[in-house]
């Protein structure tokens, strides 16, 4: 369920044909119906930027603790060498 302007290349993208085509063999789209596909977007939209911040914090705490391992080799590295 992609919106109007989803395809740059066309006016109104793939939803808009839909829609057109929909009125075509239907008839006009009652509000209810439209609102009721937007409220499915939205909540598509919402778990997409979910799954996007979810792997975004995984990616903080994988290079937080990449940095803390390398900061300790760091400090510990003239003693390593040392020996």
């Known amino acids: 369920m992609r919106g109007p302007g989803a395809d740059p290349d066309s006016a109104g993208g793939a939803d808009m044909n839909l829609?057109?085509?929909?009125?075509?063999?239907?008839?006009?789209?009652?509000?209810?119906?439209?609102?009721?596909?937007?409220?499915?977007?939205?909540?598509?939209?919402?778990?997409?930027?979910?799954?996007?911040?979810?792997?975004a914090a995984s990616i903080v705490i994988y290079n937080e603790q990449r940095?803390?391992?390398?900061?300790?080799y760091l400090a510990n590295l003239p003693k390593m060498e040392a020996k």
């Open 67 to 72: 940095i803390k391992r390398l900061r300790e």
């Open 19 to 55: 829609k057109l085509a929909w009125i075509s063999v239907f008839g006009k789209l009652q509000p209810a119906a439209v609102a009721a596909w937007e409220l499915g977007e939205a909540e598509l939209k919402l778990l997409e930027a979910q799954s996007a911040q979810e792997y």
